[in-house]
């Protein structure tokens, strides 16, 4: 990470300081720092609103960085796995890259086989936000005009990210509409609080949920809503969870509904550890579910934080968010949002070390 940031902001106990980070399509970007007098510290660039680093301590008081990221902004621009990014305007997959909305059919970017995911080629990764400095954080914003992506609705998205002394940051989304239309935001960093160039498969999981969603060979749900059943995280170490077939490695790619998700109240969504470390990390979130993604697909097209291109199992996501494709099911929690109406979500990751 590059220290030479220049200061721009005290609140108390946290220091918020920025850097310019270069331009894209001639719009500045830059490279924001909240850190707390512990020394603990989380970047983050207006580029796609993304995560870039969270550096916390392990049990020996050593601080590195427990995130997958780029060092430049090149990087990201490269990147085609949206390591960190804020996502919308609608997280994971669309199938068919459709859906019905008051009878009215939309047809949306297919950008994963027939399927939209992320957003499409419109997705908020690639996208420069507006900035403001708030106490303890940041607040990014960006119109999203009809038609992008194919999604109906001029769309006004905040993200606010803040950190505290506790070494907990929440990220906060809040969205309005003047049409219609369908809306889903997380986060998809790539955690692996080894901070070392091992993969994640020492890691221990636990996901506060009982059931998850049946999907297709796409991973489009199909409806169903089955047991975790053996795909239960109990807090096991993950490499006892993953299915080995000689080179082939099958991880986790599954939505998990959170317990007590009926509300928007804030609920436990997972909890993970890496015993060698000491570093815990504990999730909660008000969305109704988590996707666990085990980094399968992993490939980057740029050095990252281990200085070489990432590979599968480097880091796994844990993308708290309503369902993917909630739109094609109506007994799903309800993905659309109307003008008047307010869009707001909040996902927490509160890093800690066993004690």
């Given amino acids: 990470m590059n220290n030479k940031l220049n200061e721009t902001m005290i609140k108390g106990q946290i220091t918020i ?37 969270a550096v916390m301590p392990d ?34 997959r669309i199938g068919g ?6 009878d009215k059919a939309f047809k949306l970017d297919a950008n994963d086989g027939e399927n939209s995911n992320h957003g499409g080629r419109s997705g908020f990764n690639t996208r420069v936000f507006d900035h403001e400095l708030v106490e303890d954080g940041i607040t990014f914003t960006l119109q999203s005009m009809a038609g992008d992506g194919g999604f109906p609705g001029n769309l006004n998205l905040t993200v606010t990210y803040r950190f505290t002394f506790y070494n907990q ?17 997380t986060n998809h960093a790539y955690f692996n609080l080894s901070a070392k160039d091992e993969g994640v498969f020492e890691h221990s999981l636990k996901v506060y949920a009982d059931e998850l969603l049946d999907v297709d060979a796409a ?7 089955n047991a975790v059943a053996d795909k239960a995280l109990d807090g096991s170490v993950l490499q006892g969870k993953l299915k080995f ?20 109240l804030m609920k436990p969504a997972a ?13 909660s979130t008000s ?28 880091g796994l996501c844990l993308e708290c968010q309503y369902y993917p494709d909630s739109p094609n099911h109506a007994h799903f929690p309800s993905t659309t949002l109307r003008p008047g109406q307010a869009y707001h979500q909040v996902i927490v990751y509160k890093f800690g070390v066993i004690i």
């Fill in 219 to 225: 991973y489009i749900p199909t409806g169903l809503i």
């Fill in 17 to 53: 300081s920025q850097q310019h980070w270069g331009d894209h399509f001639g719009k500045p970007v830059y490279l924001f720092r909240i850190e707390n007098t512990s020394g603990a510290y989380i970047e983050i660039t207006d580029y796609g609103a993304t995560l870039v680093a």
């Fill in 59 to 92: 049990n020996a008081g050593n601080f590195e960085n427990v995130i997958l990221g780029y060092d430049s902004l090149v990087g990201y621009v490269a990147d085609e796995c949206y390591l960190g990014a804020t996502i919308g305007r609608f997280a994971n």
């Fill in 97 to 102: 890259a459709q859906f019905t909305l008051d």
């Fill in 169 to 185: 940051l929440s990220i906060t989304y809040s969205a309005d509409t003047d049409e219609a239309t369908i809306a889903n935001f």
């Fill in 245 to 264: 077939a000689g080179d082939e490695i099958t991880g986790f790619n599954d939505c998990f509904l959170l317990r007590d998700a009926d509300d928007n």
């Fill in 271 to 283: 909890r993970l550890v890496h015993e060698a470390s000491g570093r815990t990390l504990e999730v």
């Fill in 287 to 314: 969305y109704p579910a988590v996707l666990v993604y085990t980094g399968d697909y992993l490939h980057s097209k740029s050095n990252g934080s281990f200085q070489r291109s990432f590979k599968p199992f480097d």
